[in-house]
């Protein structure tokens, strides 16, 4: 990072005119989709635009902070969306009591029981693999342990998950969550996302970089497998709808005389009133991470990250224990994805396993952090809103485009209507050239680490 | 007791499948593997430089298709796949004066190559997506099996057949072939020679008079080369769909990890273990070992260790084991 003459020199509070200036701007952009499309979709794009911002906060942790390649963002995304459904989702008590044929426990109880012997197989393996001396009889008592404890795992599981499938399938057919309110799970998404990087963490942090990548690229698909296939959890590609709200329903605003006395419009009135009170929790939220993440930068603990991440061997020499604190950046960046990802799936108020995908999830988000500024807790965000803007943009505009080219070309022809249908997929052309030309030319992104 | 039976249900249902897939597999593991060798960073838009080549191709067989063109039994896509390499080794050697090359002369970090890899995945992805949409395309055509299941079965008298599909012997012999002249070329050739030496220690390599500006040249062609047949086996063998191409990113990286990054031989390796563990673990064995056991006998249940949706789990937990206990992978590979 010598290129520092190019930029101008860096404020003391970090909070200078250019930066300002860029944030004003990309409001503008939302400012202007209100006036000229309707604020309706500002505020749309605005909510999702936080929480691509925590997003990004989440993976600037990581990346910025310690240097960690993860790009298995989607994942943690994901186990925050599940959270969401486990925490809020009223409880099936028929899945729960469900009986087994030939089994004494309900149904409930044997799946937990069976995912607990899939836990203690593991724990088993590993104490087998730590205790007994290394050579031919640990190999084989190892793989003794995992296939009978794995044996007796299906042997549990299995039929209690059938049983818990059955149970009205169109509507229901999984466990339910516990029925508490929607916001406590957005902590428990963190705690979920954590967990999951603790896991990552512990096997693939001490190897190479390029591992680490590979590692959180397949564990996020799993962690996508996982929601698919197991109905019982989160009822898997039937998808969890109408997961309750923190806000008021539309509806209710709409019947309520007061609301509909003070508004000229009060359909629009309610679901722009509903918009901005999502935005107005997000934005709390996003606050306090902002905030908690300049704290822990400007802190001996991030200057500390810094050290480690620009040479980890003399950050070593030194006695730090450069392991463990990149395990420890990795679980809390995992978790402040984790909890964007409770929050989207509590805004959307639907779990679709179905449209987590990696470019979406996990690479949009790199492109926001190197746009904005990796290593800026600011720049992170900046990215997260402009980025996310011109994710949603730029498929009108290129559709516009693609009118505009198409003008010529007779009604009907088929180079037309392909070049039309097609215009969806300049949004990826678009993003892949951003990131190149800032990755090009200002490396460091648009606003830069002090 | 029926080996023989249970037997070719097994070749039937995993050999076969899992030897062609592990050729797809190899093959592109060895583009993987040669770009980390050589240019020292992990490509992630490898997915899709395999989907763009097998887009051109398949835009060719439908071009020989329509002048009515056609490869007699063989599927006309191989009269097409020249013209994909040649067109996919124009876009890697283009993406590499653009992207790659600035990098390479102001001597950046690996990890930043693999941010600009990102983003060349992200445009690649768009094009092909730009191109030819995002539904699948079946492009096989020719005679559809070298034997099939029902006429194995009249010969041989057995009750199982044995179905072996001509896009499955075609994957087997030109993945042969193509390692074959990799590895002549690698091996016997002064190109090939300078590209390893070039791999193996840098500094000596441009010492002893190498042009680097030649070695990576000659390595993307290659790879555009191994890329698109890969690309067009999988894609004759399943069918062509962009986003399943980006999906195979993970078992390639696996197969080329398991193997020891950088290292060809521990690629090829590691595409047939990654494929037969994948297809040996989510395979129902319930017949075989029907089979195997006395006479007019099934096991209850399906004998299935993990169901097909958690393939991916498969690659991943073979490539989380190899790392945890030979973190070079089998074949020692290289770190950067």
């Given amino acids: 990072m010598s290129d520092t003459a190019a930029t101008p020199a860096p404020a003391a509070s970090g909070v200078n005119t250019r930066n300002i200036l860029l944030f004003a701007l990309v409001g503008l952009l939302f400012v202007g989709t209100g006036f000229v499309q309707s604020w309706n979709t500002a505020l749309t794009i605005f909510n999702m635009g936080l929480i691509s911002a925590i997003m990004a906060l989440g993976v600037n942790m990581q990346w910025g902070y310690a240097g960690l390649f993860n790009v298995g963002v989607m994942g943690f995304v994901a186990l925050g969306g599940l959270a969401a459904v486990l925490v809020s989702a009223n409880p099936v008590p028929e899945a729960w009591g469900a009986t087994i044929d030939g089994g004494a426990l309900p149904a409930g109880v044997q799946v937990l029981l069976g995912l607990l012997l899939g836990a203690a197989t593991i724990a088993a393996a590993i104490l087998t693999y730590t205790k007994l001396p290394s050579g031919l009889l640990r190999t084989l008592a190892v793989i003794v342990v995992l296939i009978v404890g794995f044996a007796l795992f299906r042997m549990v599981f299995d039929p209690a998950v059938e049983a818990v499938e059955a149970v009205d399938p169109a509507s229901t057919g999984f466990l339910g969550g516990l029925g508490l309110p929607v916001i406590l799970a957005w902590p428990m998404g963190g705690v979920l996302a954590a967990g999951a990087a603790w896991i990552i963490g512990k096997t693939a942090l001490g190897l190479r970089s390029d591992y680490l990548a590979i590692a959180t690229l397949g564990i996020a698909e799993i962690i996508i497998a996982i929601l698919k296939n197991e109905d019982w959890l989160a009822r898997g590609v039937k998808n969890v709808t109408g997961i309750p709200r923190p806000v008021p329903y539309e509806v209710d605003l709409q019947s309520n005389e007061t609301f509909v006395g003070m508004f000229a419009d009060p359909v629009t009135a309610s679901t722009i009133t509903v918009k901005l009170l999502y935005a107005a929790l997000f934005i709390v939220i996003l606050a306090a991470l902002i905030w908690l993440s300049e704290k822990a930068w400007n802190s001996p603990w991030g200057r500390m990250m810094r050290a480690i991440r620009d040479n980890e061997v003399s950050a070593s020499a030194m006695g730090k224990d450069v392991k463990a604190r990149h395990l420890q950046i990795f679980i809390l960046g995992s978790a402040v994805c984790g909890l964007a990802g409770a929050m989207m799936t509590t805004l959307d108020s639907q779990l679709v396993p179905g449209t987590y995908q990696p470019l979406r999830f996990t690479f949009l988000i790199w492109v926001m952090v190197i746009v904005g500024g990796s290593g800026n807790n600011w720049g992170a965000v900046l990215g997260g809103f402009l980025v996310w803007w011109l994710w949603v943009q730029v498929e009108p505009l290129g559709l516009l485009l693609m009118q505009g080219l198409t003008a010529g070309m007779a009604e009907g022809s088929w180079l037309r209507e392909h070049l039309l249908g097609s215009a969806a997929h300049m949004r990826l052309l678009t993003m892949g050239l951003i990131l190149l030309l800032v990755l090009r030319f200002s490396p460091r992104g648009l606003i830069p680490e002090r | ?336």
């Fill in chain 2, 1 to 336: 007791m029926d080996f023989l039976n249970a037997f070719v249900t097994l070749a039937n249902f995993v050999i076969i499948p899992a030897t062609a897939y592990g050729a797809q597999l190899a093959l592109g593991a060895l583009g993987v593997t040669l770009i980390y060798g050589i240019l020292r960073f992990s490509n992630f838009a490898h997915g899709d430089t395999m989907a763009f080549g097998t887009m051109v191709t398949i835009f060719g067989t439908w071009g020989l298709q329509a002048a009515g063109i056609t490869f007699g039994p063989l599927p006309t896509a191989l009269i097409a796949l020249p013209a994909g390499i040649a067109v996919t080794a124009l876009l890697m050697i283009g993406t590499d004066r653009v992207v790659y090359r600035f990098y390479r002369e102001n001597k950046a970090k690996p990890v930043i190559f693999v941010i600009a890899s990102l983003g060349v995945m992200f445009i690649m992805n768009g094009i092909v997506r730009f191109f030819i949409g995002v539904d699948d395309q079946r492009f096989a055509d020719g005679e559809r099996f070298i034997i099939s299941a029902r006429t194995f079965r009249d010969l041989t008298g057995l009750d199982e057949g044995l179905a072996f599909r001509t896009t499955q012997g075609i994957t087997i012999v030109v993945a042969l072939i193509c390692v074959i002249a990799l590895f002549w070329f690698l091996n016997r050739t002064r190109t090939g020679k300078s590209m390893r030496a070039f791999s193996d220690n840098e500094d000596l390599a441009l010492l002893s008079g190498i042009n680097p500006d030649r070695v990576v040249l000659v390595t993307w062609i290659i790879v555009a080369a191994l890329a698109t047949t890969a690309g067009v086996l999988y894609g004759l063998d399943k069918s062509f769909k962009p986003f399943t191409y980006f999906q195979l990113l993970l078992p390639i990286f696996a197969s080329a990890i398991v193997g020891g990054l950088g290292n060809p031989l521990g690629a090829i390796l590691g595409g047939f273990l990654i494929a037969f563990s994948e297809v040996g673990v989510t395979y129902a064995f319930r017949k075989v070992v029907g089979y195997l056991g006395p006479a007019d006998w099934q096991p209850d249940g399906l004998l299935q260790l993990l169901s097909t949706d958690y393939k991916f789990a498969v690659s991943f937990g073979i490539l989380l084991i190899v790392l945890l206990f030979k973190p070079t992978g089998i074949m020692k590979g290289k770190s950067v």
